[in-house]
């Protein structure tokens, strides 16, 4: 059985995170776009991709 690489892995997970938004009928955006090349070449997770979305774009509850 074929082993597959850490890089395979990743464009296979950034590939699954795409096709999400795709399914949702959502667009991603450029700044979105560069994370998920970020992590297709290794240079960050995609948790601490969406750590970043969810910190850029969910408002913070104060009561």
């Known amino acids: 059985m074929k082993?597959?690489?850490?890089?395979e892995a990743?464009?296979?997970?950034v590939g699954n995170?795409?096709?999400?938004?795709r399914i949702e009928?959502?667009?991603p955006s450029v700044s979105v776009i560069m994370a998920m090349?970020?992590?297709m070449t290794g240079e960050a997770s995609t948790t601490?991709?969406?750590a970043g979305?969810?910190?850029q774009h969910v408002p913070l509850?104060?009561?």
């Open 37 to 39: 090349n970020a992590c």
């Open 48 to 50: 601490k991709v969406l």
């Open 25 to 27: 009928q959502l667009t």
């Open 61 to 63: 509850r104060r009561d």
């Open 10 to 13: 990743r464009a296979k997970t």
């Open 53 to 55: 979305v969810i910190r």
């Open 3 to 7: 082993t597959i690489s850490r890089n």
């Open 17 to 21: 995170i795409l096709a999400s938004l």
